[in-house]
């Protein structure tokens, strides 16, 4: 039998998987506590379980870490970023943003990204390859083991779009929710997607969690140009389907929304965004733009932003403005992965089947 990957592995999966050698369900909970809750790095450590129950257990599954950091930086305004090495020699990143009570970890779920957002650097590399599951799990444990305090929220914004690797990222919210595992409320943990509306239907289906919509535009002509998903699920399309999502909690819907200078940020556009969002229980977080190189955007005049909130507020919208944290390591979503040249390696072939 081929060796798999044990934090791969949902709980769920795991017990199924563990009844099939011929032990019995509660041993993968045992083993679950060991990975997740005691840091074991051995199944030798696992001392509450038969050396016969071991031995099969260590016979099918490998316990080694997936990631192997390369570089770390910490930004002026406290937030960390980090990159890692997986096995095949690709790279992704995961960023840590402080805030006055919250520790939010950004993690990636892909190695590059098939969306193609004209206004992100991870767009411009294209989709590598989908991120294991162990692969996305282990950004979480190698960086809650470097940090003093706890990690409070998890939001996944980092590198690829989540839904489009919907399977894995399901099964690492149940690592991160479930009891036996790591045991996060699911309030804490946030979905960030582009617009797949596929995605966004069978995650409501299956779990519930908080989602952001990456909107960046107020009309489909201009969201057409900077976000090409869009010509398959026009806004409408998209905010129909958000609507109906089953959002924990308070159910506050998030929108994101990219500010670039001269193509999203216009008066006109700000009303069309009252249009769109008027009657939603929703919050709105408007980034000035990043600028990056060999991006074709400007960060807009602040003049211009809060003259954009305003008119979101005087809608009765609430809307936020948020800095692209960590200016000077690129702190936005791809830019320090997307600043090393990758190695093409496509081991999965996993096609991008709604794109
Ligand atoms: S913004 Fe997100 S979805 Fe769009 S290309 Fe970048 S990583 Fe992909």
Redesign the pocket.
């Known amino acids: 039998m081929q060796v798999k990957k044990i934090r791969d592995f949902s709980p769920k999966k795991l017990e199924s998987f563990i009844v099939e050698l011929g032990e019995k369900p509660f041993r993968a909970r045992q083993v679950c506590k060991w990975l997740y809750q005691k840091d074991a790095v051995s199944f030798d450590e696992m001392t509450d379980l038969s050396i016969e129950t071991r031995g099969k257990i260590k016979s099918v599954f490998d316990i080694e870490p997936t990631l192997k950091i390369i570089e770390e930086q910490k930004s002026t305004d406290g937030t960390l970023k980090y990159l890692f090495e997986l096995s095949d020699s690709n790279r992704i990143e995961s960023v840590i943003i402080p805030e006055k009570k919250r520790l939010t970890l950004c993690i990636s779920s892909q190695v590059g ?1 098939a ?3 004209k206004f ?1 650097l ?2 411009t590399v294209g989709k590598i390859r989908n991120l294991d599951t162990s692969e996305i799990i282990d950004q979480y444990l190698f960086i809650s083991s470097k940090l003093p305090g706890p990690i409070t929220n998890i939001v996944f914004m980092g ?3 989540p839904l489009d690797n919907i399977e894995r990222v399901i099964d690492t919210i149940e690592i991160l929710t479930d009891k036996n595992a790591i045991g996060m409320s699911s309030k804490r943990i946030t979905v960030s997607t ?1 617009g797949l509306v596929s995605g966004i239907n069978e995650l409501g289906k299956r779990i519930s969690v908080n989602l952001s919509i ?1 909107l960046n535009a107020s009309n489909d002509n201009t969201r057409n140009e900077v ?1 090409p998903i869009n010509k398959k699920y026009p806004i409408r399309k998209l905010i129909n389907s958000a609507v109906k999502y089953p959002l924990p909690g308070r159910k506050t819907l998030t929108f994101e929304y990219v500010l670039l200078k001269g193509v999203n940020d216009s008066v006109k556009n700000a009303h069309e965004v009252v249009e769109l969002l008027k009657g939603i229980n929703c919050k709105i977080n408007l980034i000035p733009f990043n600028e990056a190189y060999p991006l074709p955007y400007n960060t807009p005049e602040m003049n211009r932003v809060y003259e954009f909130q305003k008119i979101l507020e005087n809608a009765k919208i609430n809307a936020k403005i948020r800095k692209s944290r960590g200016r000077d390591i690129l702190g936005a ?2 830019q320090l992965a997307a600043k090393y040249p990758h190695k093409i390696n496509s081991r999965n072939k996993e096609q991008s089947a709604d794109i």
């Open positions: 990204c969306l193609g957002c992100c991870t767009g590198m690829g779009e582009s990456s976000m979503c791809g």
